[in-house]
């Protein structure tokens, strides 16, 4: 395998392995009473999928360049999208085991204060061992106590669809400039208005009712199981928008060259 795609690859596993554990971010937030550190301590892990962003794009670019007319770059992205599925079924098998770490790390940051002092701590040998006895898998009873009656059908509904966008905002446009070579540089600008739809999407639709449904288990107007089980359908929507992302690219190539042509058509006017 050509190095650059297994760089590519590896990123974007990263990328959407973490995007996963994020959702159990509020769970530990609600279970310890810690809420602000618990976003504090989180924006590290936030900060490693954002660096693999920046690597990501360049050369998923830079790859279709110099691969512009082969058959294989289909091929390509979609064993992109199914890498981003199966990061996606690894993050939500391991949400039991990352919320047991997640709440240990933020009452070590609620008392050292230090973040340099936790990424410290988690490499040493007493560290390694904590972490290690929180490796669990998911329970049967959380599978069996799961209540799809009282789930937020609509902001699920709206994560499917941010999720998806968001998979395909980085290879539609790349895909793109594929099929019209002469217009490869409006294409890939055209990224940055998917992925700030579904940005945009998230932050009026999700992120807010998110908030409100956080804070009503806190003052106890909502049960924990409740919002455990929103947060699991979550989980599951980003999934399944994850794969869904397979079926929406070519389509959403397409739709890219027909903006795109329509920009250039404007700018000859």
Known sequence: MNIQILLILIFNFIITFIGTLAYSTRLVGVKTGKIAISFTVFNILTLVSRTAVTFQEPLLTNYAEKNLYSSNLIVIFNSIILVSGAASILGAVLIPTFQRMFSKGVMFFSL????PRLVVHSM?????????QC???????SVEKFN???????????NFISVAALTVGALA????FKIVPNLRATCVTLS??????????????????????????MEKKCSEEDFKNC???????????????IFILIPASFAIVFVAKGVDFISRI
């Open 124 to 132: 040493t040998r007493r560290g390694i061992y904590s972490m290690k």
């Open 148 to 158: 799809y009656r009282k789930l937020p059908r609509r902001i699920i509904v709206y």
């Open 112 to 115: 050292e204060k230090s973040i």
């Open 231 to 245: 947060v699991l359908a979550m989980v599951g929507s980003k999934v399944a928008g994850t794969f869904a992302a």
């Open 192 to 217: 940055s208005v998917v992925n700030g739809i579904a940005q945009i999407l998230m932050t009026i639709f999700i992120d807010p009712q998110m908030s409100i449904m956080t804070e009503e288990v």
């Open 173 to 176: 446009p790349i895909y793109a």
């Open 135 to 141: 490796v669990v898998l998911p329970s049967r009873k």
